[in-house]
């Protein structure tokens, strides 16, 4: 999007913002006028959110300037149209600028209004956080937690809502210099990640489900994320449902190969269970639509996802996530399944950033299955599973030579001079207007993004796939293909200034080590799926 498009709306704007694309929106905002719409309360509000987003980005020096700067503007379309969230904006941020006395003022007069009943519908939820919001600001923490309490009690699924409290509440408590520990009692249950073996008798399943949900009671789970193959997966998989919790599910492959790969070999019992449990899941998606053999590399895309997903859910919902494998031994390491192992380590490689740590149920054998750990390889030997970046100055290049030709002077050739001094890629491949470049793995294709996305210039966009293409060696060179490659073209398309525009399956696999650094937000989707927009966190 270039400020020659038709001017944005409020919600775009917003959900730009929201991206971290924050300069972009401050653009966007003035160029549709909204800057001058002294009679919007609507306007008038996103203009505070703005200030308030550039305030916690700001160096200390300027961000009570740009706190109060907020507070008026929330102030401002409070008195055009009064509403509980504008009023309890106006207080907290009106404190957080550093005049505390006035804030405290408008935290109780907004306390008195809300005693009168005369103020515009708002939902239980929030009436009651909003109340707790302004006992905080006055310092009362017992009462504050007895309305938080309340909060939750009244929609104890509203889990988003919870989150956005449990982060403004915490902003207070950091500017009063006080624990925020105890606000861990109203945080959401766990997310958990989960996965095991397939060697699982149908007679042994319903012992080992009253195992797993012996687990997911005491860790309060309230959402799981992984596959549906025979055994413990959809062992686990059940218990889930059974508790009320939420299925995400994540399938290497599409649902009917998977059944036919995963599922249909083992029997009967777990053919009927997949189908009861996947009519039930919250959501489920395939990452490929491979067909035919097994391929372990689709297997392990599907995992990546699986647990990036189950770490960026938890960091939404200000929770932890939890892994809960079953293993065929209670020894050392995972038992002999290589795909179990590979959960297993890949998730405890940063079991504190984003993580609450690990659960191994042992369960030994009981059905004929071979592990994999003792089968020869599998799939197809021309697959390769990486992430592929486009980068490339914006706004597009024209189609003259001599556009082309500025372009590369003043922009290309300098991006590609700053990213010599990061990772180096793979593979590098050349695109109309900039650079693809492909990473073995997440980690690496992060960083390089990250310089990119940290020089001198803003208007740099890059867009970011993690998927299968194949390799193929012809003529001494190796040529690469696959719908992973032609997923960046839409990507490179809606991308953002300042930020990483990543498919699901990046902004999940980046997750698995990097949720606790990552801003990450979903901004939208187009036809490959969810998009999310990927930058540092201002602490980072």
């Not at 937000?521 to 998009?531: F, M, Q, S, Y």
Request: negative net charge; glycine residues 10%.
């Amino acid at each position: 999007m270039t400020l020659s498009a038709p001017p944005a709306t409020l919600a775009r704007i917003v959900t730009v913002a929201r991206a971290g694309s924050l300069t972009h929106a401050l653009a966007l905002f003035r160029a549709a006028g909204f800057d001058r719409a002294d009679h919007d309360p609507a306007a008038l509000a996103v203009a505070g959110r703005l200030a308030k987003d550039q305030a916690l980005r700001a160096p200390a020096a300027e961000r009570p300037a740009l706190l109060a700067r907020a507070a008026a503007a929330y102030a401002a379309a409070d008195a055009l149209a009064p509403q509980p969230y504008t009023r309890i904006n106006q207080a907290t941020l009106t404190w957080l600028a550093g005049d505390r006395a006035a804030g405290e003022d408008l935290a109780r007069a907004v306390l008195a209004w809300l005693d009168t009943g005369n103020h515009p519908p708002e939902t239980p939820y929030w009436l009651a956080a909003t109340r707790a919001e302004a006992l905080l600001l006055l310092g009362d923490r017992a009462a504050a937690g007895q309305w938080l309490g309340q909060a939750i009690a009244r929609q104890p699924d509203a889990w988003e809502d919870q989150a956005a409290t449990l982060r403004q509440l915490g902003l207070i408590l950091v500017a009063q210099g006080t624990d925020a520990g105890w606000l861990d009692a109203y945080r959401p249950g766990r997310v958990i990640h989960f996965g095991g073996h397939l060697g699982i008798a149908d007679t042994a399943a319903a012992a080992l489900g009253t195992r797993v949900e012996a687990v997911l009671a005491e860790q309060r789970v309230i959402a799981g994320h992984g596959a549906l193959a025979a055994g413990a997966d959809l062992v686990v998989a059940a218990a889930l449902l059974a508790r009320g919790a939420e299925l995400h599910v994540v399938l290497p492959t599409a649902p009917e190969s998977f059944v036919a790969q995963s599922v249909a070999p083992y029997g009967g019992f777990w053919v009927e269970l997949y189908r009861r449990v996947a009519d039930a899941a919250t959501s489920l998606q395939g990452v490929t639509t491979l067909g035919g053999d097994y391929q372990p590399l689709a297997n392990r895309l599907a995992a990546d996802v699986a647990m990036g997903a189950a770490r960026l859910h938890a960091h939404r919902l200000e929770t932890a996530a939890v892994q809960v494998l079953v293993t065929d031994s209670a020894g050392p390491g995972y038992g002999q399944g290589t795909a179990t192992a590979y959960l297993g380590e890949r998730w405890c490689e940063t079991a504190g950033a984003g993580g609450a740590g690990q659960t191994c149920l042992a369960e030994p054998r009981s059905a004929p299955v071979a592990a994999s750990g003792t089968k020869p390889a599998e799939g197809r030997r021309d697959l390769r599973l990486m992430t592929w970046l486009y980068l490339a100055p914006i706004p597009a290049t024209g189609p003259s030579d001599a556009a082309f030709a500025a372009r590369v002077d003043d922009a290309l050739t300098p991006l590609l001079h700053r990213l010599d001094a990061g990772p180096r890629p793979d593979v590098m491949l050349s695109a109309a207007d900039g650079v693809i470049a492909g990473f073995a793995e997440v980690e690496p294709a992060w960083d390089y993004a990250a310089l990119a996305l940290a020089g001198a210039d803003p208007q740099v966009c890059v867009a970011g796939h993690y998927g299968l293409v194949h390799a193929i060696a012809a003529g001494g060179a190796t040529t690469f293909a696959g719908a992973a490659l032609a997923r960046l073209e839409p990507l490179r398309r809606a991308a953002l200034p300042g930020v990483l525009l990543a498919s699901d399956t990046l902004a999940a696999s980046l997750c698995v080590r990097h949720s606790h650094d990552l801003l990450v937000e979903e901004i939208g989707e187009d036809d490959g799926g969810a998009l999310y927009a990927i930058r540092r966190r201002p602490d980072q």
